[in-house]
């Protein structure tokens, strides 16, 4: 399954609202976005989000990974136009 930048960004803001239904993002979600700073999500809800998406997806994807290569970098954040690459790239 293979899906374009919109699909995923639809998906991850579905996921987001059924995982986190008691938080408001206040805006639209975009490449741009931080999870960390703008979403107000903390290290153990993008577990919860990461354990929502390979549910969504049917399939284990390689977050560890991912993350690991952000944090090698000194990323202090996550932004969702990296997590939405990373996931068309584990979904193709």
Do not use: C, H, W
Not at 31 to 53: H, M, N
Not at 80 to 86: C, I, M, N, S, T
């Amino acid at each position: 399954m293979s899906g374009s930048d919109e699909q995923v960004y639809a998906d991850l803001t579905a996921v987001m609202a059924s995982a986190f239904p008691d938080r408001d993002y206040g805006g639209p979600v975009g490449p741009d976005t931080r999870a960390f700073a703008d979403l107000g999500l903390a290290s153990i809800d993008l577990v919860v989000l990461a354990e929502k998406l390979e549910a969504l997806y049917g399939r284990r994807l390689a977050f560890g990974s991912f993350l690991m290569g952000l944090r090698n970098r000194g990323a202090d954040d996550v932004v969702l136009g990296e997590l939405v690459a990373f996931l068309r790239q584990q979904l193709a």
